[in-house]
Structure formats: structure tokens, C-alpha cells
């Protein structure tokens, strides 16, 4: 069974940094599209990076490019998202999902993810 849970978000000023981590388990084939979205209050769902597992191919969301990096420490079957440089758009619920998938994870779209967890708050406010 695939479970992730999601750990790091917090309240931190603006420019701050924070450290998202997704606890994965369960993932038991070969190939994944694994990512991080959010949610930000009266705003749909929106994907803010995305490693393929394949290839370790990466993807970001322009808002993010060049402040946010994925990655993933295989040997805590972790995911992270290091978050420099926030800013108070960046406030919302973070997501992990992953998919199984060949396909690069930057054409796998946010409703095609099969497997999610909880959430964690990121609130970025002085």
C-alpha cells in the first residue's frame, strides 16, 4: 500500500527558507512521477515541482523556478522540496502525490496522480 506523509511546513517570514519532506512508502514498481502541489486558500490545486523517477528528470513551476529544488534521498525513501527565498504567495497547504508512470512527470497532469497525502501548511507572513 502506498502512503505519504508529508512533514516541515511552518510559519516563517518572508525570504526565510523551509524544508518540506514526503515520507514515501509502498512504492513497489520501477517507475514513478512523484511530486509536490499546493493549495492556497480560494485557489485550485497547482503543481509546484515534479521528479521522474525514470530518469530523475525534474520540473518546476515558473513562480518557483530557481527558489524551490526537488529531490529525493533514496536511501530514507524521502522527498524534498528545499523552499529559499519564500515569499507570501507561496502560503498554502503542500502536497506529495506520486503516479506510476514511464511518462516524464512534466506532462503527467495533477489530476492523473493516483496517491496523496495530507498535507502540510506553509504560511509565509511578517
Known amino acids: 500500500q502506498v502512503q505519504l506523509v508529508e512533514s516541515g511546513g511552518g510559519l516563517v517570514e518572508p525570504g526565510r527558507s523551509l524544508r518540506l519532506s514526503c515520507a514515501l512508502s509502498g512504492l513497489i514498481y520501477d517507475y514513478y512521477a512523484i511530486g509536490w502541489f499546493r493549495r492556497a486558500p480560494g485557489k485550485e490545486r497547482e503543481a509546484v515541482s515534479c521528479?521522474?523517477?525514470?530518469?530523475?528528470?525534474?520540473s518546476y513551476a515558473d513562480s518557483v523556478k530557481g527558489r524551490f529544488t526537488i529531490s529525493r534521498d533514496n536511501a530514507n525513501n524521502t522527498l524534498l522540496l528545499q523552499m529559499n527565498g519564500l515569499k507570501p504567495e507561496d502560503t498554502a497547504v503542500y502536497y506529495c502525490?506520486?503516479?506510476?508512470?514511464?511518462?516524464?512527470?512534466?506532462?503527467?497532469?495533477?489530476?492523473?496522480?493516483?496517491?496523496w497525502g495530507q498535507g502540510t501548511q506553509v504560511t509565509v507572513s511578517s
Open positions: 521528479l521522474s523517477t525514470r530518469d530523475g528528470r525534474t
Open positions: 502525490a506520486t503516479v506510476r508512470s514511464r511518462a516524464p512527470c512534466v506532462v503527467i497532469s495533477v489530476h492523473e496522480y493516483h496517491y
